[in-house]
């Protein structure tokens, strides 16, 4: 098993079946993992807002019997304040565990490297796996099985977008990012997804016409057009991204079985219509709630004592 979960691909393809069973047993029966952590602290950096991620984590920990520790940008200011290095340096020796939220994917990488403690990335600009994961186990709940199925992802070929490649990728899900030219995914994001796709046969395909995106699909998705730190290009990207709006017209393109999911927060009205995020297929607040379960779940795996 891996010190840290950095990226889906952190784990192998075994250790990724493996945790969502330990998520769904957790989500079955709050009370048997109650002691799983005790006693042990998971110190939460926050560079970037949150609702989901910090309330998950806390309640996630505290479940299993352990702490945390919310550290906001203000108190540590990282790299500015104090270095990466001395943050971990320093941590290593207080606490159990790192969850980290910031901007470049490189400062999750140093800490890592520098600490010898699990460091668990709670989204960069980069990637956002832990997100991904429980989107993972919410397909898994509503679909059954992973076999056959295509997602689609709608909009910015963003951290969000990364993320549900390189899961895809290993669980054999086809995964299709439908986005304007100029937003593609990461190169690199994309390759390693297609090379990882080569052991379960899953199509990692960037499509630019939205019907053709959403064609077969099983489930939507979409995020904000501008994430944290994008806020000034807000306007220009509404015009650029309207096309891919998922809205009703477009999930009728979809398999008539889709489901809607979304990372939130939601922009409604933007990237999603009230008619799609509040309709019944739509799984977006079970999504959320399976953030606490699937974190709770790679908590044990990277924090429990052998
Ligand atoms: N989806 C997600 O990460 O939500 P928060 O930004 O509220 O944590
Ligand atoms: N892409 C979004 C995801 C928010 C959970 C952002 O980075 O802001």
Sequence with gaps: MTKDFLMVRDFTNPEIHETFEIALEMKKDRKKYATALQGETLAMIFEKPSLRTRTTFDVGIQQLGGYSLYLSPAEINLGKRESVYDVAKNLERMVQGIMIRTFGHDIVENMSKYASIPIINGLTDYSHPC???????????????????KLTYMGDGNN?????????????????????????????????????????????????????????????????????????????RKAIFMPYQVNEDLMSKAKSDAIFMHCLPAHRGWEVTDGVIDAPNSVVFPQAENRLHAQKAIMYQLMKRD
């Excluded at 593609?184 to 990692?204: C, F, H, R, S, W």
């Design 131 to 149: 997100q991904a994961m429980a989107d993972f186990l919410t397909i898994k709940e509503y679909k059954g099985s992973f076999k056959g199925l």
């Design 160 to 236: 969000v977008a990364h993320s549900l490649m390189d899961a895809g990728a290993r669980l054999g899900v086809d995964v299709t990012i439908g986005c304007p030219r100029g937003y593609e995914p990461n190169l690199m994001a994309y390759q390693q997804a297609v090379e990882d796709a080569k052991e379960t046969g899953a199509k990692i395909v960037v499509e630019h016409d939205p019907a053709k995106a959403v064609a077969n699909a099983d489930a939507v998705y979409t995020d904000v057009w501008a994430s944290m730190g994008q806020e000034s290009e807000t306007e220009i």
